[in-house]
């Protein structure tokens, strides 16, 4: 399943594409049952479609899905930093810092990065600030929701674009953990908003 998943977000398999096990098949080289299996947990994932009788397709990205991610990320995102500002521990200070170092480590725009490895660094930085042991189900809701905005974030890094359009940082995320670590909430608000709005606009011009 993973792999079809990888190729999903890194646009080799294109939004809207239709997927025949036969040619699964051959691609991956493996049998039509694991092709089947995985096909039928990305659809729970979402970035699968099934139509009865017709087959499957690649899950479709529109600006209506992406915004309406966006927001619900934004309303679950805010309630979760309020509560690990509130009760994170020395443990979950730690658990910042090591994840930010290992995000600066990595540039998004440039060709010679493993951009899945981008990604599992910034889902841990975003997932370190916001985890509370005070909030696992409300946790498992936006692990749920940033699964799905990785179909769209992947477009806003992705290599197919003009180095100068690809994502970058600007401070974001290094200003976030300096007001995160300070527990100071409504700066860490702000900057997580203009953050989550600048992602939105920018993909929105993708589209």
Not at 53 to 80: H, M, T, Y
Not at 105 to 114: F, K, Q, W, Y
Not at 155 to 174: A, C, L, N, P
Request: hydrophobic residues 40%.
């Amino acid at each position: 399943m993973e792999v079809i998943r990888q190729d999903i977000l890194l646009g080799k398999l294109t939004p809207g594409q239709k997927l025949v096990v036969a040619d699964l098949k051959e691609r991956y080289n493996v049998g039509a049952s694991p092709i089947r299996e995985a096909l039928v947990q990305l659809s729970w994932k979402k970035y699968i479609k099934f139509a009865p009788q017709k087959g499957c397709w690649v899950a479709p990205v529109s600006i209506e899905e992406l915004q309406d991610l966006f927001s619900a990320n934004k309303v679950i995102s805010r309630e979760l930093l309020t509560r690990a500002i509130t009760h994170g521990d020395e443990a979950w200070e730690l658990n910042i810092l090591t994840a930010y170092h290992k995000l600066s480590r990595i540039d998004p725009t440039s060709d010679e990065t493993d951009l899945s490895e981008w990604e599992q660094r910034h889902c841990d930085f975003h997932t370190a600030i916001l985890t509370s042991e005070h909030s696992p189900v409300m946790l498992d809701i936006y692990h749920d929701i940033y699964d799905q905005i990785k179909r769209y974030r992947h477009i806003w890094v992705s290599k197919m674009r003009q180095v100068e359009d690809r994502y970058t940082d600007e401070g974001e995320h290094e200003a976030l953990m300096k007001a995160v670590l300070a527990r100071d909430l409504e700066q860490a608000q702000k900057i997580m908003h203009t953050h989550f709005e600048r992602a939105v606009e920018d993909i929105k011009n993708y589209l």
